[in-house]
């Protein structure tokens, strides 16, 4: 099994930084991708930004610029600095990584989610 440990949400004000992490323990064998989600009120759930196993990154149009995701495999963690907060940024945010275990199989993984409220 694998288990993750988010964290770094909170209130901030407009023009504010956050810095989530999430950092995965068990039985990993290795991490392709990682990535975070977000959900906010009344929508569905958008992807934000991900990283690959060769470091090369992507991010969703409202986000560049302003928010970087980075990963750690040592530490088996992901993060993302988010900078110029904005109260649309308001969601709960969620880690993703693609797992393969020690049955060699990949697998999808979420975290539990932190929110995140930008408001003055």
């Known amino acids: 099994q694998v288990q993750f440990v988010e964290s770094g949400g909170g209130l901030v004000q407009p023009g504010g930084s956050l810095r989530l992490s999430c950092a995965a323990s068990?039985?990993?064998?290795?991490?392709?991708?990682m990535a975070w989600y977000r959900q906010g009120p009344g929508k569905q759930r958008e992807l934000v930004a991900v990283?690959?196993?060769?470091?090369?990154?992507n991010y969703a149009g409202p986000v560049k610029g302003r928010f970087t995701i980075s990963r750690d495999d040592a530490k088996k963690t992901v993060y993302l600095q988010m900078n110029s907060l904005r109260p649309e940024d308001t969601a709960v945010y969620y880690c993703?990584?693609?797992?393969?275990?020690?049955?060699?199989?990949?697998?999808?993984?979420w975290g539990q989610g932190t929110q995140v409220t930008v408001s003055s």
């Open positions: 068990g039985n990993i064998n290795s991490i392709d991708t």
């Open positions: 990283i690959v196993s060769s470091g090369a990154t």
């Open positions: 993703h990584m693609r797992i393969r275990g020690t049955l060699l199989r990949w697998d999808d993984y």
